[in-house]
């Protein structure tokens, strides 16, 4: 089956500082999404994108977040000025239609640890 | 405001036996899909078995199925002749026609299978 993969598996940075996630999404698909998941808590839908725009947000994605499809292969998570909460395993998922009930294909997660 | 309750942290089962994992949900919607997720050390997150709120067929997936009940708005997974790959996290999640691709996640049960 195919994967979505994401890139690091670890990533270590100190308060303040700008982080990029990366995330290659299935090929063929079309709408992508990022899901966070604080440690001991639930699972937090982020963001979602499709055809170069954000389609929906929540609350959490504030103006330190934002996304960017940089070439036709990357999907992109940047963190601009970390704080201690945002410590979280992030999720990349994505999907190749978006209908209600769509299978969404996850990554394996980025561990994000701020000091 | 959608929101997923799984009311058991941990769970355990002996290899070969049948566990049932609890989920419980609220909304408003009318149509709307449920999904079981698994989550196994490696932190991938793999749907398990998903099921639309309009059939009454509760779905099925091999070992998996699920018990849904709409009126009581329950939605328990039955893992049959348990295997030791199937420790994990086990999330209960939903999605509703007002959410595009929103997942609304419970906060998992921590299921292990002892041999």
């Known amino acids: 089956e195919p994967e979505v993969t994401q890139t690091p598996s670890h990533q270590v940075t100190q308060m303040g500082q700008e982080v990029i996630l990366r995330c290659v999404p299935i090929?063929?698909?079309?709408?992508f999404y990022w899901y966070r998941q604080i440690l001991g808590q639930k699972v937090e839908f982020l963001v979602s994108?499709?055809?170069?725009?954000?389609?929906?947000k929540s609350e959490i994605f504030d103006d330190q977040f934002s996304v960017e499809r940089p070439d036709g292969s990357n999907f992109t998570l940047k963190i601009r000025s970390t704080k201690l909460e945002d410590s979280a395993m992030y999720f990349c998922?994505?999907?190749?239609?978006?209908?209600?009930?769509?299978?969404?294909?996850f990554g394996s997660g980025t561990q994000l640890s701020v000091l | 405001a959608q929101t997923v309750t799984q009311s058991q942290p941990e769970m355990s089962v002996q290899e070969a036996e049948t566990v049932t994992l609890s989920c419980t949900y609220d909304?408003?919607?009318?149509?709307?899909?449920l999904f079981w997720y698994k989550q196994p050390p490696s932190r991938q997150m793999i749907l398990v078995i998903r099921?639309?709120?309009?059939?009454?067929q509760n779905a099925t997936e091999n070992r998996f199925s699920v018990n849904f009940q709409k009126a009581a708005k329950s939605f328990s997974l039955k893992i049959s002749d348990s295997q030791l790959g199937d420790t994990a996290m086990y999330f209960c999640?939903?999605?509703?026609?007002?959410?595009?691709?929103?997942?609304?996640f419970g906060t998992g049960t921590r299921l292990t299978v002892i041999p």
């Open positions: 090929s063929n698909h079309l709408y």
């Open positions: 994108f499709y055809n170069n725009e954000i389609s929906e």
């Open positions: 099921q639309e709120a309009y059939k009454q």
């Open positions: 999640a939903f999605i509703g026609q007002t959410g595009a691709n929103n997942l609304f």
């Open positions: 998922a994505s999907s190749d239609n978006r209908g209600l009930g769509e299978k969404l294909f």
């Open positions: 909304t408003s919607e009318s149509n709307y899909y």
